[in-house]
């Protein structure tokens, strides 16, 4: 007995039905389209499949019957397209709990920081008790670092000498003189080795008051500069 040839109009139509299923997934799946949108999909593309099938069945010749190999592999092409949607619905689920953990994770390590002092990049000199204090990282080590505090108007008021310095992170501190405004002071750093300037990048110093959690991530409410986000905070102490 012969058996219908692969390439029938009904067959592949069947199949271009399974194969519009899984399209249809991955659309579904990158828009992010709800659970139960999925779901209905799934139910369509169902039925659109056994209504193509059994047309075919009731239109197939008599004397040229299709065989159980043939409804076996059609009927394997719709599961396989079920199971795929079902897989990235199960995925999509343990994306939003795993997210959702993360989160909470983050926001229960970010309450401890609440009242520490951390770094975040930027050259304002933190003040507190008379004291001031900055920190900088350097690109390369050096022989003569030296350290100026610069009032609002850009006049130096105070310098620290910290001599030789090796690559990597480094803090100073400066006692604010009598007379001085400790008021918006700012300081610079300037670094060399062998008579060549070596890059340093600024850190300026200051303290959580509140932690919140946003669509990226933990956001500081700090002190001075106000809110930022936690990912662009240096060191912490």
Do not use: C, H, Y
């Not at 951390?118 to 000199?125: D, H, Q």
């Not at 310095?165 to 750093?189: C, H, I, K, M």
């Not at 850190?203 to 991530?217: E, I, K, P």
């Amino acid at each position: 007995m012969s058996t219908l040839s692969a390439t029938s109009p009904t067959t592949s139509s069947a199949t271009q039905a399974a194969a519009a299923a899984t399209g249809t997934s991955k659309a579904t799946a990158a828009t992010g389209t709800s659970k139960s949108s999925v779901a209905t999909s799934n139910e369509e593309s169902s039925d659109r499949f056994l209504k193509l099938l059994v047309t075919q069945l009731k239109n197939q010749d008599p004397m040229n019957p299709m065989d159980n190999a043939q409804l076996t592999t059609q009927m394997a092409q719709i599961n396989t397209v079920a199971g795929i949607e079902k897989l990235n619905t199960s995925l999509g689920t343990m994306t939003d709990k795993l997210s959702a953990q993360l989160l909470q994770s983050q926001t229960l390590q970010g309450a401890g920081m609440v009242g520490r002092q951390v770094w975040t990049s930027g050259n304002a000199l933190a003040v507190e008790a008379g004291k001031g204090v900055g920190a900088f990282e350097l690109a390369g080590s050096a022989n003569a670092v030296t350290v100026d505090v610069l009032s609002p108007a850009g006049t130096v008021v105070g310098q620290v000498n910290l001599g030789a310095q090796s690559s990597g992170r480094s803090a100073f501190q400066w006692s604010v003189p009598e007379g001085v405004n400790p008021s918006g002071l700012t300081f610079r750093v300037n670094a060399s080795s062998g008579g060549k300037a070596v890059q340093a990048t600024l850190q300026s110093a200051d303290r959580v008051n509140a932690v919140t959690a946003g669509a990226d991530g933990l956001v500081l409410q700090l002190s001075r500069v106000g809110t930022t986000p936690i990912n662009n905070v240096k060191a912490w102490s």
